[in-house]
């Protein structure tokens, strides 16, 4: 075999190397499941920023979220049809090689359902009356921009950060319908050492 052919066989592995991570990062981000990157630092600490998860896309098919999950959630806007979130995900493709990635999903931790009625008062969140037990806080809890107690009707969801001071939540840019949820954060995979189930 010449040193040309040699070139080329490489050429056509690493080509099929490449578009064996696409079809894989296509398959985890599909309708099922999505791998998303924490950006911030308001769910410390729970979670960090560079951490990276495993959604659960298919659960709230075919059941509503419940207090105390952490959520993936599209800032301002709706999920997306299957065409949509393929058509997200080649933008976001493209940007990752112009170094302009923006991810618009946000990570918060559901503290109302629909037909609760929250508050915050004295640094602690009630909900329907009784303060909620959350040993996952960091820092106290105050209101914020939005009148309280507010009580949350069908198809809306009440959401708050873990590190309550720099969280930007519920608080600033009140409910979020439940139509802008994507999934259930369920499986931590980066970094190896915190590898695990989110609780």
Not at 77 to 104: C, P, V, Y
Not at 159 to 175: I, T
């Amino acid at each position: 075999m010449t040193r040309k052919n040699i070139i080329i066989k490489e050429i056509i592995n690493w080509i099929f190397i490449i578009l064996g991570a696409f079809l894989l990062t296509s398959l985890v981000n599909s309708k099922v499941f999505a791998r998303v990157q924490v950006q911030q630092s308001s769910m410390e600490n729970t979670l960090y920023s560079s951490q990276q998860l495993i959604v659960d896309k298919l659960s709230y098919n075919f059941e509503s979220p419940k207090r105390g999950d952490i959520i993936i959630f599209l800032e301002n806007e709706q999920r997306g049809t299957i065409m949509d979130d393929a058509i997200l995900f080649a933008n976001n493709i493209k940007s990752l090689f112009k170094n302009t990635q923006k991810d618009n999903r946000l990570v918060k931790r559901v503290i109302g359902i629909p037909g609760d009625e929250v508050n915050i008062k004295d640094g602690y969140v009630y909900i329907n009356g009784k303060k909620l037990k959350e040993p996952y806080v960091k820092g106290e809890t105050f209101s914020g921009e939005i009148n309280l107690p507010i009580k949350v009707p069908d198809n809306k969801l009440f959401v708050l950060g873990d590190n309550r001071p720099v969280s930007k939540d519920s608080r600033a840019f009140g409910l979020i319908n439940s139509d802008q949820v994507e999934g259930k954060a369920i499986f931590r995979v980066f970094p190896f050492n915190k590898i695990g189930a989110i609780k």
